[in-house]
């Protein structure tokens, strides 16, 4: 087959599984008690954008499938998914549960006791799977894709990231326990998902490969939108908010 | 995890090879797009032609991804032509347009890719 005057011919009956064309993220409602830092008018960040080493990492478990079908997993894990992240880590998505085009904030719980803002856009979403991809100044540039499927008489949850450290400084941080880190993350978040269907001695396995060796040095640049320096500067700054706040108070404008 | 319900078919046009893509692109075509991609063998560039595909998920972005790793270590260009408004929409979305080239037409692409269409052979 060879033509010049080929017009696409795609049905697009994936069309609403996709999040709409933006340019800029833009969080629509900020919960009580969540950081909104480091997503509004940031752009989204595939592997391609990224400094580091590119992973992809592959998360999964096992579950009975005569009694748990993939629907239902997505289903539960669309309408809970905050609920299944390992504790001291908040996922502020829509109550409504995880929809095409929603963009989430995260408020991470980082070594140290620091706490790391950033967020997420769903980039895709079906029965069976979704996706989240990050914004600039996120850990990592790329998507986290959440699925399950049928593999005979089990039904196989899985988590899989396709990765880039943002810049030089995550890519330090990754090297040095950050990649550990979010394996132990991920492995607790599937290890939750199988508890809640039933199954708590789930064993999950992890599987890591390292799709480009490369580091795209180009990208060193990418430090400038770094959510951890900017979380930490912004905590920082906390007491100058907290005695601002203060002095709001007692001055009120007239 | 999925199995594969896409096809790709290889042709050579000079140095480039095109992958005629078929059917649904998800995370399961990765064997039978590697293998596709391995069988246009030394070329200079990687033309997708996107006319007839019918569906892609996330999966096969992603795929796309690697593909394009493979591609850059090679040396090898990659562009795309056939895509639908939608789907366009999506490279856009996921900045995958920032890597790969998108044209209107086959001649479009290899022109920019720097071969001429003479020859034809299928693989």
């Given at each position: 087959m060879s033509s010049n005057d080929e017009r696409p011919t795609a049905a697009n009956r994936d069309a609403a599984n996709w999040a709409k064309m933006v340019s800029r993220l833009k969080v629509a409602q900020v919960p009580?008690?969540?950081?909104?830092?480091?997503?509004?008018?940031r752009q989204l960040a595939s592997p391609i954008q990224g400094f580091?080493?590119?992973w992809q990492k592959t998360y999964l478990v096992r579950l009975p499938g005569e009694r748990i079908a993939p629907a239902e997993v997505i289903a539960t894990w669309r309408r809970q998914f905050g609920d299944f992240w390992?504790?001291?880590?908040?996922f502020y998505g829509p109550l409504t549960g995880i929809e095409p085009g929603d963009v989430a904030l995260l408020n991470l719980r980082m070594p140290g006791g620091s706490k790391l803002s950033t967020g997420v856009m769903v980039?895709?979403?079906?029965?069976?799977?979704?996706?989240?991809?990050?914004p600039q100044g996120h850990m990592f540039a790329g998507w986290i894709t959440f699925s399950a499927a049928?593999?005979?008489?089990?039904?196989?949850?899985?988590?899989?990231?396709?990765?880039?450290?943002?810049?030089?400084?995550?890519e330090l941080a990754l090297t040095m326990g950050g990649?550990?880190?979010?394996?132990?993350?991920?492995?607790?978040t599937l290890g939750n998902v199988a508890a809640h269907f039933g199954c708590p001695e789930a064993v999950v396995d992890t599987k890591v490969v390292c799709v480009d060796k490369r580091r795209q040095w180009s990208r060193w640049r990418n430090v400038w939108h770094s959510s951890a320096i900017r979380s930490a500067i912004y905590m920082a700054e906390a007491p100058i908010r907290g005695a601002q706040n203060l002095t709001h108070r007692r001055h009120p404008a007239s | 995890m999925a199995e594969a319900t896409a096809t790709f078919d290889v042709r050579r046009h000079g140095s480039a090879g095109v992958l005629d893509i078929r059917g649904d692109v998800t995370a399961g075509s990765e064997d039978v797009l590697m293998k596709a991609y391995e069988s246009a063998g030394e070329v200079t560039a990687v033309v997708l032609n996107f006319a007839g595909l019918s569906y892609m998920n996330s999966g096969g972005?992603?795929?796309?991804?690697?593909?394009l790793v493979r591609a850059k270590r090679r040396s090898q260009r990659l562009l795309a032509y056939g895509l639908s408004e939608h789907y366009r929409q999506i490279f856009e979305l996921t900045r995958l347009d920032e890597a790969i080239g998108i044209h209107d037409t086959e001649q479009d692409a290899l022109a920019a890719a720097g071969v001429a269409r003479r020859g034809e052979h299928h693989e």
């Open positions: 009580d008690g969540a950081v909104n830092l480091n997503v509004d008018g580091g080493k590119m390992p504790s001291g880590n908040h980039l895709y979403a079906d029965e069976e799977s979704f996706t989240l991809m990050t049928q593999q005979g008489d089990e039904t196989v949850v899985q988590t899989q990231v396709l990765m880039r450290a943002s810049d030089p400084v995550f990649h550990g880190q979010e394996d132990r993350f991920w492995g607790e | 972005i992603g795929l796309l991804v690697t593909l």
